[in-house]
Structures are given as structure tokens and as C-alpha cells.
């Protein structure tokens, strides 16, 4: 399947922040990116356009905010033993994903830097060495301010 590599990085990221803080045990961090891993794939199956990579962009977006959360994350959740509860304890408040072909990115803030997303995929199945590497650009130029009061995440992840 053509869009495996990039649905891939992003479940891979997605499992590194439930995983970070420890709020949530780590077979069912697994079991719901293994069900969301599933869905996004269906949902994205007619909407994947490598010859342009944009096109269907905004269908491929993976949007989470203080009052929406993405239905395939609330769907996966329930499949999974999760609720919409143990997510938002879990993951950023303000979170955007493109899975684009050939291009993964996320923004954790609504100012935050737009991040992209490189996995290097270990071959061997049955051994998790998969990591990932970014590159971060700020969208718009900000002012320097004297005092920072802005939280860890409106950086790039790490």
C-alpha cells in the first residue's frame, strides 16, 4: 500500500506522546495506534494522490483542540478500551497532523512551528528499532518577547 510509510510515521509519533507521560498502559497506547493505524488507512484509501501530494490535504488532516477531537481518534478509542478522557489528559490541547504522501507534519499549538517527520523504518518486523527524525520551521515570524510564558510543546517535540 503506497501511504504505509507515512500513516506509519505518524502512528509511530503518535505512540511516542501517549507513551511520554505514562498515563495510559502501554498495550492499550498500543492497541488503539494499531486500531487508528487501521482506520486511517481505510479512510484515506481513495483520498491518497502521490502524482499531488496537496490535493485532499485538509481530508488528511488530523485536527485536535480544546472542544473537537478528531472521529477517528474518538472512534479508535472506544474500539480500544480508551476514552476521549484519557486522550486529552494525554495529548497536546492544540494539535494538527497533515499524512501526506511523502510528507508528515504536525503543529502542537495554534503559533507553534510546523514540524516534519522522517521515520526510519527497521526492515525486521519482529523488532521495534523504528526512530524518527524532524525538521521544524516557524510558520510566522514572532516578536522576541522579554518574558516566555509559552508551554514546552509550541516547540518542535522532542
Request: with cysteine; net charge negative; proline share 4%.
Amino acid at each position: 500500500m503506497e501511504m504505509l510509510k507515512e500513516v506509519h510515521t505518524a502512528i509511530f509519533f503518535l505512540k511516542e506522546i501517549l507513551a511520554r507521560n505514562s498515563l495510559i498502559a502501554d498495550d492499550k497506547i498500543d492497541k488503539f495506534c494499531s486500531v487508528l493505524e487501521r482506520l486511517l488507512y481505510q479512510k484515506f484509501e481513495k483520498h491518497w494522490h502521490p502524482q499531488k501530494p496537496f490535493l485532499g490535504s485538509a481530508f488528511r488532516c488530523i485536527r485536535i483542540t480544546q472542544i473537537y477531537m478528531d472521529p477517528d481518534f474518538d472512534k479508535a478509542a472506544s474500539l480500544s478500551g480508551l476514552t476521549i478522557k484519557d486522550l486529552l489528559l494525554t495529548l497536546p490541547q492544540e494539535f494538527t497532523m497533515w499524512i501526506d504522501p511523502d510528507d508528515v507534519s504536525y503543529r502542537i499549538g495554534e503559533e507553534g512551528s510546523i514540524c516534519s517527520l522522517t521515520l526510519t523504518m527497521d526492515l525486521d518486523l519482529d523488532e521495534n528499532n523504528d526512530s524518527f527524525n524532524q525538521t521544524c520551521r516557524s510558520e510566522v515570524t514572532k516578536p522576541v518577547l522579554k518574558s516566555s510564558n509559552s508551554s514546552s510543546y509550541t516547540q518542535c517535540w522532542t
